[in-house]
């Protein structure tokens, strides 16, 4: 089994598996390491420490003794309002946020929505938006949207940064999206 299947294991139970982890995000590193030798049966600490520090995303952090881990981001878990790292913070005056064309008509209607997350991720560059946008390659062209997030704040909006850079908020209206790039 792939170091990148393990990974997405793992980050589903970080991020989707209520019995993981507790309200703060964080899970047992023991619990994980034996949730994933049902699947693989030499998965070890080990190996779970090559697989965090490989991931380019930086989606894992760990606590200072290396006994608990959380996912970064990503979340449909409810979690208490302060965990998994996350800073209240003013963003810069424009996000990107990367999707498909054939996501474009409802985007466009309502907006932004979490969907099966807890908040809308943003990237600080368009660069990262279009790789995101890649991902969704099935249901149409990719698709880089910015957004006015400067106008939102000073609208009201609350945005947070976790400690891996994504820019997370609740929501974004139509009104704060223009498209800049859509792939043919």
Not at 123 to 128: L, Q
Not at 155 to 173: A, C, I, R, S
């Amino acid at each position: 089994m792939t170091k990148t299947k393990l990974s997405r294991r793992i980050s589903y139970m970080l991020r989707h598996d209520p019995d993981s982890i507790d309200e703060n995000g964080w899970a047992d590193v023991s619990y994980i390491v034996g949730r994933m030798r049902e699947m693989l049966r030499s998965f070890d600490e080990k190996l779970l420490e090559e697989i965090v520090a490989e991931d380019e995303k930086g989606r894992y952090s760990y606590n200072e003794d290396k006994t608990k881990i959380r996912a970064n981001q990503g979340h449909s878990v409810p979690l208490a309002a302060d965990a998994v790292g996350m800073e209240k913070t003013d963003p810069p005056e424009f996000l990107y946020h990367g999707t498909a064309g054939g996501f474009m008509e409802s985007i466009l209607q309502e907006g932004l929505k979490p969907q099966n997350r807890n908040f809308v991720h943003l990237s600080g560059n368009m660069e990262t938006a279009k790789k995101v946008g890649a991902r969704h390659r099935k249901h149409g062209n990719t698709v880089v949207l910015l957004i006015e997030s400067g106008r939102m704040a000073a609208d009201g909006y609350t945005f947070w940064l976790t400690v891996n850079h994504v820019w997370q908020v609740e929501h974004v209206p139509p009104e704060y999206i223009s498209v800049v790039q859509w792939e043919v």
